[in-house]
């Protein structure tokens, strides 16, 4: 592969990571949703499964060069532009998503609505076929999202135990299609609050979470990666029914707020086809990486 096409691949990625990034703090919509839907999903599970401190252990005995062998395996390639995607939408999106959700609430969650049920149809096309075992898991993640969104916000504090464990339950969400972190932490009743630490750069309780976001990410993606190399239909299934359950909640964030349907409808339309137009573009670029 080319100079060009190396700068070009990287700069995808950095754009996926940008809509990650917008998406994970966008209660109702999932970060993993937009891995999928550009085409990276399966690549970023699997190369966070593959993190472990073999690296360390080597280092420590003195092994240095099975430690460089052992750091080499992990996709940097992938790893340094999304993150810095993600980090530079997390940070910008923050205050944006304050505004948002405040003065424009209904539209707002039109908009989400629309990118949630695009996007289902999305991960359905990786469903291989609809038989009895995959409308089974279909329904039950449909059931589970319903009581899930039904269920209300815990009131907990904001101590940092509560932000560690809070950011290892969130980013597992945040990686998984059809959940989202940021309505987990709604749950927890941390999604304000760490939406203005950020905004405020209050490093205690961003590291705090950072920390429980590590330690849950790289236990969470084994077990993923193992349900999509050898589950990958009912997997699928599962979280298209998780997806069309989670309407619930744009739906009833319209139904208290709405004053005007016309707004409404124009900004779920929009955010449908924005799913559609994005998977077409990315699927024209599809990277090349190997297992």
Known sequence: MGKIENYRDTFLIFLRGLL?????????????????????????VHAISQINANFIIAALK??????????MKWDFNLFIPLLLGIGLAVLTMSKIMTLMLTAYTATTYAFFFGLILASAGFVYKHVEELNLKNIVFLLIGFVFAILFVGLNPVQANHTLPVIFLSGMVAICAMILPGISGAFILLLLNQYEYMLAALNQLKFVDIITFGIGAVIGILSFSRILNYLLEHHKSITMA?????????????????????????????????????????????EKYQLQWET
Do not use: C, H, W
Not at 62 to 71: C, D, P, R, T, Y
Not at 254 to 266: E, F, G, L, R, Y
């Open 20 to 44: 990650m990034g917008t998406a994970d703090v966008i209660p109702g919509v999932s970060g993993g949703t937009m891995a999928l839907i550009t085409g990276i999903y399966q690549r970023l």
């Open 62 to 71: 003195g092994n240095f060069a099975k430690s460089k062998e052992e750091l």
């Open 238 to 282: 599962f979280l298209v029914g998780l997806m069309v359950g989670t309407l619930r909640l744009p739906y009833q964030k319209i139904a208290t707020s709405m004053d005007s349907i016309i707004p409404v409808i124009i900004a779920g339309v929009i955010g449908f086809a924005l799913v559609i137009i994005l998977e077409r573009q990315f």
